[in-house]
């Protein structure tokens, strides 16, 4: 692929050897006992996988998005839960402090997200602001030389395991304002909800966050005073190149169901024959194949937009959109093929298309993509 240099491709078979040999055997257990894998993170951070896209002097790998991108594809290869966790670190949790964080902030922050020293979080949705984003109740109130944050965040990823959250507030109700913020995990008043049990991605950390009259001081307002209530853009910049994330992840599982598909059906027999050998068989794994390609060179692109910083926002949300759907038929296709094989927890593919659901609604649904896309063509004539 014209994108791909020497770099790309030492990240992958890095990544790639990771998730075979450390990943995929304690994967069906760990879905089954919703259990969050400390360990792997620990090895993730050895391997350098949890900065990638930052640079060195910020504790990060110093590679560009392309090599993120393909670090997130190849672990959900093997592990929705382990690349959505990556993904919602990087993505979400680190680059908008990296990106519109004050030179204060990038040197307290960044550095130990992106060595992994700590995870980190994001916090938008909210019981009554989900694909309506700009819906947030959680308000912050100045007092002194604090915010004192009520409210609550929901579907948090990462959240009971992460060191900080960046999360949105209302700053201003009369014109409304919404601002972002960063708090400490271990921050007094905020309080930790119940861990959300999933269908997919069943291993990754989901939780509520409640703010309880949470006193965060003045200077965790991101970007500092001069960008009180950006707080709605810096988000939606961040879902932009966070949306590209989630379609490697969604990208990834589409080839781990390929992976899983192609030797069964070449050594499944029936009737005399491989069932690969019939043609109902044979042209489900060509048009897999064919999506997948395609999802990829999508993906890619919009990766290497962001590595140039051109415009994202509509490129990712078709990425993220093609690839999610991609996702969905590739496994569904995968345990059809598999047949009753397929339909069994030790053949992977129905985990598979459970963890691919998120990608087809987490970052934004794929209503929410339609909607960006089309805004881009038409406008808005609502
Ligand atoms: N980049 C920069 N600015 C953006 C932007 C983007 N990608 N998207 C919107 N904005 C700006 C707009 O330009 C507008 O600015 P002005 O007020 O200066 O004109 C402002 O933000 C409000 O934009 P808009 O009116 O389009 O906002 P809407 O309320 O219509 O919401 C959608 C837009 C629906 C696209 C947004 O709410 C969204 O993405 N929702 C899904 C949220 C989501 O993905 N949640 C999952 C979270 S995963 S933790």
Redesign the pocket.
């Known amino acids: 692929m014209i994108y791909l240099k020497e770099e790309h491709e030492l990240i992958r078979q890095t990544v790639r050897e990771f998730a075979l040999k450390e990943v995929e055997p304690g994967e069906l257990e760990r879905d089954e006992k919703e259990e969050f894998p400390v360990d792997l993170i620990a090895k993730m951070r050895e391997l350098g996988l949890l900065g990638i896209p930052f640079p060195e002097e910020y504790g990060g790998a110093g590679l560009d998005n392309l090599s993120y991108v393909i670090a997130v594809e190849e672990l959900a290869r093997i592990s929705g839960s382990l690349a959505l966790t990556l993904a919602a670190h990087v993505s ?1 949790g680190t680059s908008p402090i990296y990106e519109f964080g004050t030179e204060e902030q990038r040197r307290k922050y960044v550095p130990r997200l992106a060595s992994g020293e700590m995870l980190g979080s ?1 916090g ?2 909210e019981p009554n602001a ?5 819906g947030t109740q959680t308000a912050a109130v100045r007092d002194g030389d604090s915010w004192v944050i009520n409210g609550q965040k929901i ?3 990462n959240g009971g395991y992460a060191g900080s959250i960046i999360f949105t507030a209302v700053t201003q109700h009369e014109p409304r304002q919404i601002s972002a913020f960063i708090v400490d995990a271990g921050t007094p008043g905020l309080v930790l909800g119940k861990k959300e049990v999933k269908l997919g991605c069943r291993s990754s950390d989901t939780r509520v966050l409640h703010f309880e009259d949470c006193r965060i001081p003045a200077e965790n307002l991101v970007g500092g005073p001069s960008e009180l209530g950006k707080g ?2 810096f988000f ?2 961040t ?2 190149g ?1 949306r590209i994330s989630i379609g490697a992840m969604a990208l990834g599982i589409a080839q781990g169901a390929i992976d899983k598909a192609v030797p069964f059906v070449k050594e499944r027999k029936q009737f005399g024959k491989p069932v690969g050998a019939f043609q109902g068989v044979s042209h489900r794994i060509a048009d897999m194949e064919t999506e997948v390609q395609a999802a990829r060179h999508m993906i890619y692109h919009s990766a290497w937009l962001k590595d140039q910083h051109r415009p994202l ?1 509509h490129h990712s949300a078709m990425a993220k959109l093609f690839a999610s759907e991609v996702a969905m038929r590739a496994t569904f296709s995968a345990i059809q093929v598999l047949g009753a094989c397929g339909y069994m927890k030790e053949y992977h593919v129905e985990r598979y298309m459970r963890d691919a659901k998120l990608c087809e609604i ?3 649904t794929s209503e ?1 993509q339609r ?2 896309i089309s ?1 881009q063509l038409l406008g ?1 004539l609502d």
């Open positions: 979400l994001f938008l949705t989900g694909s309506d984003a700009q579907y948090v990823t709605f853009k939606m910049k879902l932009d966070g926002e987490g970052e934004g929410i909607l960006v805004r808005r």
